[in-house]
């Protein structure tokens, strides 16, 4: 099921980088998600969007900014990387029809040194 | 604050055995509850999900799992699992169908061939 997409599936940064995240979705869903996974934490909230012009952020935002370029699209930005945002990131999403029923992409593995 | 307890971190069983998984929340009002599975490698799948109406619910791959209002629980059962059940599971409450899931850490489950 490649009806949400992420880039890049694994990616090493240094502390202080810049790095991106990117979110596509196929499925015509207006909500877009962006997790954290760690071990033993489960899943946290890092930021969501209802459309293109409607961001909020999550649990845990600080460190991270996030662009929804279109309906499809939903980036995730660390502007100064730091070695406790090694993590999986999960990009996910859902429609207004509610029910959360929340569909996910397959992750990106982000160590940062 | 609302949060979702799962009981057992690892869980290791033979083939054949019996399965129950503990999920427990933390909130009064209506819920809707899931299920997500991971398999070793891959991306967050939705195993079952109840939103009303028969408290038992069936999922994918022989799963199902049991609403008990009176105990905030919803535990994740299967009859005999088989080695690919290997992946770890998330339980997931969204509270009054507004737009966050609330997570569970997740339980490890090993299947031993």
């Known amino acids: 099921d490649a009806d949400v997409t992420q880039t890049p599936r694994n990616r090493i940064t240094k502390t202080g980088k810049r790095i991106m995240l990117e979110c596509s979705q196929t499925?015509?869903?207006?909500?877009m998600y962006w997790y954290r996974q760690d071990p033993g934490l489960g899943l946290r909230l890092i930021y969501y969007?209802?459309?293109?012009?409607?961001?909020n952020k999550g649990e845990i935002s600080d460190g991270y900014s996030v662009s929804r370029q279109a309906q499809a699209k939903f980036s995730l930005s660390l502007e100064s990387a730091i070695p406790n945002q090694t993590a999986l990131y999960f990009c996910?999403?859902?429609?207004?029809?509610?029910?959360?029923?929340?569909?996910f992409g397959p992750g990106t593995r982000l160590l940062v040194l | 604050a609302q949060s979702v307890s799962q009981h057992n971190h690892h869980v290791i069983l033979s083939e054949a055995a019996s399965l129950e998984l503990g999920c427990n929340y933390s909130?009064?009002?209506?819920?809707?509850l899931f299920w997500y599975v991971q398999y070793p490698g891959q991306h967050l799948q939705l195993l079952l999900k109840?939103?009303?109406?028969d408290p038992l619910v069936k999922g994918i791959k022989g799963f199902e799992a049991e609403f008990i209002k009176s105990k905030f629980s919803f535990n994740l059962r299967k009859p005999s699992v088989q080695w690919s059940d290997t992946a770890e599971y998330f339980c997931a409450v969204n509270p009054d169908s507004n737009y966050q899931l609330i997570w569970g850490a997740g339980t490890k489950l090993i299947i031993k061939p």
């Open positions: 996910a999403t859902s429609d207004r029809e509610g029910q959360e029923t929340q569909y």
């Open positions: 909130y009064g009002g209506t819920v809707n």
């Open positions: 109840y939103f009303s109406g």
């Open positions: 499925k015509g869903h207006d909500r």
């Open positions: 969007s209802f459309d293109v012009k409607d961001i």
